[in-house]
C-alpha cells in the first residue's frame, strides 16, 4: 500500500474519526464507517445498541451458512485519547513508513484491513468456515458490556483471531497476562490538625500502610505485578483526612496466582481497629495463557506468513489484556497481535507502518480462508 492509495485515504477517515471509548457519538460514528464499509459485500450486519452510555456492536457474519463452529474475529473501535488529541497533540501525518494519528495502532488499523480481508474472502466465497467478525466499543475499559457476547461467541467458535497491534517489529501474542481491577477505601475519622490532632485518624496515613503491602505482593519471578497509580484523600490542609481512596493494578501470568492475590488484596485489614477498610473487585481478564492448540494455530500463521513473504514471531508473553484473554480463557485456540505493526500504544508518539499493512491484511485472508 503506497501513502497515496485510496485505501490508505478511507484509513486516514477512520483516524480522523475520534473515537474514545465514553465518547458514544464518536464510536457510533466509527461503527458508521465499518457499516458503510460492507454495503457492497455478502456480509449480514447486527447492529446492538450499546448500554451504559457507551457506542453500539457490530456482529457481522459470512461465509458457509452451516451449523459448524465458525471463526471469530475481534477488533475494538474505542481508543484511549481525548477528542482534540488530532488537533493539538498528536495531529494525522505520515513522515516515511510511519502513520501517526490517535488509535492507528491501538488498533484502527488492525481492525480496518481485517474488515477489508474478512470482505474480500466474503465476496469471494472462499472461506473455510462460518465467519463472524465483532466490532467492539468498549475494550479500553475492560469490555463490561461486550464480555458476555464475546464469550458466547467464543464458545461456538473453532478459533479466535484478535486484531491488536503487532508487537516488537511485527510479533505475534499467543499468551497475555490477566487484570485484575480493585478500589480500595480507607476510613479514618476527621480532626482539625492544630488543635485536635490526637483526636484524628488519619485515612491517608493508613492508606499508605495497605499501599506498601499492596506493592510488595510484585513478583517479577512469577510474573506477578501490583501498581497504585492513583491516590485521593482529604478535604483540606488542616484537616485530618476521613478517607482515602485508590485503585489496584493486578497483572498475573496464571489462574492459580490470580485466585491468591485476588484472596489477599480482597482481604486487606487496617492496622488499627480505628480504620476501617473496604476493597472491591477482582479479575476482569483471566490470563491467556499459550494452549496446545493455540500453539499449533500459531504455526499455521506462520506457514502462510512465510508464503507471502514475511517472517512470523510470537513474542514473550504480554503484560497487556485483550479481548483474546476472554476467547483463551475458555480453550478457544487464539491468536492475538495481528493488527498493524508500529508503536507508541497509548502515548504521544502513537504511529502505525504502512509497509505492514499489506502482508498482513493477507495473511488475515489466508487464515479465514484455510482454518479448517
Known amino acids: 500500500m503506497s501513502s497515496s492509495s485510496p485505501s490508505l485515504d478511507t484509513l486516514l477517515t477512520w483516524i480522523r474519526t475520534e473515537s474514545p471509548t465514553h465518547d458514544r457519538a464518536g464510536v457510533n460514528l466509527m461503527m458508521d464507517l465499518v457499516v458503510a464499509q460492507m454495503q457492497d459485500a455478502p456480509v449480514a450486519v447486527e447492529r446492538i445498541p450499546g448500554t451504559e452510555g457507551l457506542g453500539d456492536v457490530l456482529v457481522l457474519r459470512a461465509g458457509?451458512?452451516?451449523?459448524?463452529?465458525?471463526?471469530?474475529?475481534?477488533?475494538?473501535?474505542?481508543?484511549?485519547?481525548?477528542?482534540g488529541t488530532i488537533e493539538n497533540d498528536l495531529p494525522l501525518r505520515i513522515e516515511g513508513d510511519r502513520l501517526y494519528g490517535p488509535g492507528i495502532y491501538d488498533m484502527k488499523g488492525g481492525a480496518w484491513f481485517a474488515l477489508e480481508a474478512f470482505k474480500d474472502v466474503a465476496r469471494r466465497g472462499t472461506a473455510a468456515r462460518p465467519m463472524v467478525f465483532l466490532v467492539t466499543p468498549d475494550e479500553e475499559i475492560g469490555s463490561p458490556i461486550t464480555r458476555p457476547m464475546i464469550e458466547d461467541l467464543g464458545r461456538r467458535s473453532a478459533y479466535a483471531l484478535v486484531t491488536e497491534p503487532a508487537r516488537d517489529g511485527g510479533q505475534i501474542v499467543t499468551a497475555r497476562k490477566g487484570v485484575g481491577r480493585f478500589d480500595v477505601h480507607v476510613e479514618g475519622r476527621p480532626a482539625h490538625a492544630g488543635s485536635r490532632h490526637k483526636?484524628?485518624?488519619?485515612?491517608?496515613?493508613?492508606?499508605?500502610?495497605?499501599?506498601?503491602?499492596?506493592?510488595?505482593?510484585?513478583?517479577?519471578?512469577?510474573?506477578?505485578?501490583?501498581?497504585?497509580?492513583?491516590?485521593?484523600?482529604?478535604t483540606?490542609?488542616?484537616?485530618?483526612?476521613?478517607?482515602?481512596?485508590?485503585?489496584?493494578?493486578?497483572?498475573?501470568?496464571?489462574?492459580?496466582?490470580?485466585?491468591a492475590v485476588t484472596a489477599t488484596i480482597l482481604g486487606l485489614k487496617s492496622s488499627n481497629p480505628d480504620f476501617k477498610v473496604s476493597v472491591a473487585g477482582g479479575m476482569n481478564r483471566p490470563p491467556y495463557e499459550r494452549s496446545e492448540a493455540t500453539a499449533k494455530l500459531f504455526d499455521h500463521a506462520k506457514s502462510l506468513a512465510a508464503e507471502i513473504g514475511f517472517d512470523l514471531v510470537s513474542a514473550p508473553r504480554a503484560g497487556g489484556g485483550s479481548d483474546g484473554n476472554f476467547t483463551a480463557a475458555l480453550g478457544i485456540p487464539t491468536l492475538d497481535g495481528l493488527g498493524i505493526d508500529g508503536d507508541g500504544a497509548h502515548t504521544l508518539q502513537e504511529y502505525g507502518l504502512i509497509s505492514s499493512i499489506a502482508p498482513r491484511q493477507q495473511l488475515m485472508a489466508r487464515l479465514l480462508e484455510t482454518l479448517r
Do not use: K, W
Not at 458457509?64 to 477528542?83: F, K, N, R
Open 64 to 83: 458457509p451458512q452451516t451449523a459448524e463452529p465458525g471463526i471469530l474475529v475481534m477488533s475494538h473501535l474505542d481508543t484511549v485519547h481525548p477528542v
Open 199 to 234: 483526636d484524628g485518624r488519619n485515612a491517608v496515613y493508613e492508606a499508605a500502610r495497605q499501599i506498601l503491602a499492596i506493592e510488595a505482593l510484585t513478583d517479577y519471578a512469577r510474573g506477578i505485578t501490583t501498581t497504585v497509580g492513583m491516590v485521593s484523600g482529604g
Open 236 to 259: 483540606a490542609v488542616n484537616t485530618i483526612p476521613q478517607h482515602c481512596r485508590f485503585p489496584v493494578d493486578l497483572r498475573v501470568e496464571t489462574v492459580a496466582d490470580g485466585e
